[in-house]
DNA sequence: ACCAAGAGTTGAACATGTTCAACTCGCGGA
DNA sequence: TCCGCGAGTTGAACATGTTCAACTCTTGGT
């Protein structure tokens, strides 16, 4: 983590520094981006860029952050644009959607998310301590969409969903950064069709030989999640 | 990828280079390892070792290589030593295990390598170009272990079914590179919990009402697969 | 006003993956 | 045997992430 600057200059050299990289990040990628021309877009010393983030992936960590907070705001937004529909099958396909449109400007150099993913000595991984506020807000984007909707599932279902969903936008996540087709058409599309089958294996859950498998399942997530 | 040599000796400075590289990767790790360091142990200039391979990460592909290979020999003497017993979940069980067994050995070091691996532009991506052969081999694996077993399932999901469990077993490498446990107990106990309700749920597909979601997930994964 | 302490800042130096022009060597053909 | 060509090899140079001792600036206490 970062510390927090003690000062109000401080705190603007910071932003300077991480608008700096997410300008270069964008328009040069992440390994086009050197340091060096972060630090002079940002007015201040190479080493200096050092002082407030301790490596150059911890300025990636700084645009999750950012992407996490417009994805949450798109999210609501898209949710309220529903006006009253609460089927989950739409609320999911809004939440997801907005994931891709609020991304796919980063697209280009979106091959370190999923580089830190896999590193799990690295506070940077979306599974460590240290995103854990990161990744719970986005769980709880999908609590909400889950909530506001007419699902009807088992309560032990109903309390994992949210965090089962958001495996699942990792993995479309995982897929986004694999798409090669133009403004990641494919990635939509998946998610226009996967979104109406997931609600539809959802409804199954409650049916008779279904509902056993599906309460040991969740039974195995839970006690696998804990330490 | 590394042209083959075309002389005698050149193999054999080829080879020197990848057992140094092998064995400073066993004893330092990937970051602790220094082309230069290679080099050295093999005895020629550290410019030359990029002859042969033309990135420090050409030589961690060798170790994955490796890897599948070491896997697809245990999975295939842990199935025989099943000697007759055709149930999908003993077999699954089986070909999991030989997995966590025989990547045990480099678990410490696992984290940086998949690290690498995991960056989509990256030839060590297992969706790579690159990785394709090493990548069908593993769904090789699956496909023997179904193919030997009794499970009945659709024919469209029979057919997906191998590259669906060579997911499945991504999913489980994804834990394990996560395990800190000792010896990995908790991916072991995962994959123990996990596959009987694998098979529980492999054989629910046949159920008249979950046959249909079923046919259209097959579908989208079809659709998705190609590009 | 002054001073000490600590925050903020710098430029140079370092480590290492990678490139490259130049060199050597071995071999097939004349 | 000798030549020439291309494979093989080298060491130095380069690019860039990162570190660090030294410096400057700010601030709070007296």
Redesign the pocket.
């Known amino acids: 983590m970062t510390e927090t ?3 109000e ?2 705190r603007q ?1 910071r932003a300077a520094i991480l608008d700096a990289a997410l300008d270069l990040f964008r328009s040069h990628g992440y ?1 086009g ?4 021309a972060v630090a002079q877009q940002a007015g ?5 860029a ?2 407030y983030f ?4 911890h300025l990636v960590q700084a645009f999750y952050d950012q992407l996490q907070e417009a994805h949450a705001a798109a999210a609501a937004e898209a949710l309220q644009g529903l006006e009253g529909r609460t089927a989950y099958s739409d609320r999911l396909r809004a939440v997801l959607s907005a994931w891709v449109d609020i991304a796919s400007e980063y697209h280009e150099f979106a091959g370190t998310f999923f580089k830190n993913a896999a590193e799990p000595t690295s506070p940077l991984s979306p599974f460590s301590e240290a995103s854990t506020p990161a990744r719970e807000a986005a769980v709880q984007i999908h609590r909400a969409t889950i909530d506001g909707s007419d699902l009807k599932v088992s309560k032990a279902l109903r309390e994992e969903l949210p965090e089962l969903m958001w495996l699942l936008q990792m993995g479309v996540v995982l897929f986004w950064v694999h798409d090669r087709s133009p403004d990641q058409r494919r990635t939509r599309e998946l998610v226009e069709r996967a979104v109406p089958l997931i609600d539809r294996l959802l409804r199954l859950t409650r049916v008779p030989v279904v509902r056993g498998v599906v309460d040991d399942v969740v039974g195995l997530v839970r006690s696998v999640k804990g330490p």
């Open positions: 600057p003690a000062t200059k401080a050299t390994d981006t050197t340091m060096r201040v010393s190479a080493g200096n050092y002082y301790s490596s150059k992936e």
